[in-house]
Each structure stands twice: as structure tokens, then as C-alpha cells.
């Protein structure tokens, strides 16, 4: 009987936290109805930070919106339904968008900006932040475990491999792997099943 209260109780206490994280971050941003955000790293930016209805941040997430290159109104958009994993990072610094029911599993990062280093005799760090191209996971699609994506966009329904890292535009409906991510299946409406194809999307059979 005890350890059946504790357990509700403990239940009680972390749903309790969520929403107290929800309500402060809600003060600082534009949050949707049902949303979650859990024990977040980091979230800055605010004003170019929108997340939709029911989206849940778990713990660990760094959110980041700051005009750091050529965009001096930035924008980052988490749409509805979205889920995100354990310490996922995204870092805007001019157009990254999540379309609704978009999946990450944990440690994703994605961005469209990276650090300059033209010049050999600077320090990296020390060395401006580039603008890359804006970034756009589709509608339904699902990130696995330590992806990256920089500068590209992804299609509605596809699949991005663990490990992954993703730096050219994958078309609607493939499932990408690698370092750089290339297609190895793509979904054929005719034939109603997924199926194998070459880096280039082309069915192999």
C-alpha cells in the first residue's frame, strides 16, 4: 500500500514540474494549448520562437532563436504535435520550421547557420557565424538518435537513419542513412510498399 501511494505521488510531483516549466516558458513566448516542455538546457530568442498545440520538449532540449548573421528577425517554428527527444538542440539564426507530428528521437541537432573558418591564421571561435540555407523537416517525418541536419530540407513521411547527417534536401517520402545522408528506399504508390533505390531516389527493381 505504501509504496502503490509513493508511487502515485511521485506521479503527482512530476506532472506537477512539467506544467510549472510549461507556465514560466509560456510567459516568454508563444506556446500552444497542451504543450509540454521538460527541464529544457536552454531556450532563447523568444520573440522568433513559436510552438504549436500538444508538442512535448523533453528534458535537456536547447531551443535558440538570435539573429546572428544576415536576418535580424529570425524564426524558429515547432508546429503541432511535434515531439522531441532528450537533449535535442535547435539554433535558428534566420528560417527553421517543423512541420506538424514531426518525431526526433534523442541528442538531434539541427541548424541553418555553421562557424566560418576561412581564415587560417583566427581562431574558429573567434571567427563569424555563416548563414546556410533555411531548414524544413516535413510533416510526420522521424529523425533517429544523434542526427544532424544543417541546411537542408526534409520531406513530409520520411525517415532519417541514426547517425545520420543530413546537408542536402531529401524529397517527400524516403528513407535516408549516412554521413552525408543519401536515399536507400523511397516509397512507390503504385506498388503500395516501400522500396530500395539508389542515392538518387531511383527504384532498383
Known amino acids: ?13 512530476a506532472s506537477a514540474k512539467r506544467n510549472i516549466f510549461t507556465w514560466y516558458w509560456r510567459r516568454k ?3 500552444g494549448t497542451g504543450t509540454c516542455i521538460i527541464r529544457p538546457l536552454r531556450i532563447a530568442g523568444g520573440k ?9 520538449l523533453n528534458e535537456g532540449c536547447w531551443i535558440e532563436c538570435q539573429p546572428l548573421t544576415t536576418n535580424p528577425n529570425p524564426r524558429l517554428v515547432i508546429s503541432d504535435g511535434c515531439v522531441l527527444g532528450h537533449y535535442n538542440e535547435i539554433y535558428s ?10 518525431l526526433t528521437a534523442d541528442r538531434v541537432y539541427i541548424s541553418d547557420n555553421f562557424h566560418g573558418y576561412e581564415d587560417p591564421e583566427v581562431p574558429i571561435i573567434q571567427q563569424p557565424i555563416l548563414q546556410n540555407r533555411k531548414v524544413c523537416i516535413g510533416e510526420g517525418s522521424w529523425l533517429g538518435v544523434n542526427v544532424c541536419v544543417m541546411g537542408a530540407t526534409i520531406g513530409k513521411h520520411c525517415v532519417v537513419g ?12 524516403c ?4 554521413a552525408p545522408a543519401r536515399i536507400v528506399k523511397r ?10 533505390t539508389d542515392p538518387q531516389g531511383n527504384f532498383l527493381y
Open 48 to 56: 522568433g520562437i513559436c510552438i504549436g498545440d500538444h508538442v512535448v
Open 175 to 178: 528513407v535516408v542513412v549516412g
Open 29 to 31: 513566448f508563444n506556446i
Open 93 to 102: 539564426t534566420s528560417d527553421i520550421l517543423l512541420e506538424k507530428d514531426v
Open 187 to 196: 516509397y512507390d504508390f503504385a506498388a503500395k510498399q516501400w522500396r530500395k
Open 1 to 13: 500500500m505504501v509504496i502503490y501511494v509513493m508511487s502515485i505521488l511521485k506521479r503527482i510531483l
Open 162 to 173: 541514426a547517425n545520420s547527417v543530413v546537408i542536402h534536401d531529401v524529397p517527400d517520402y
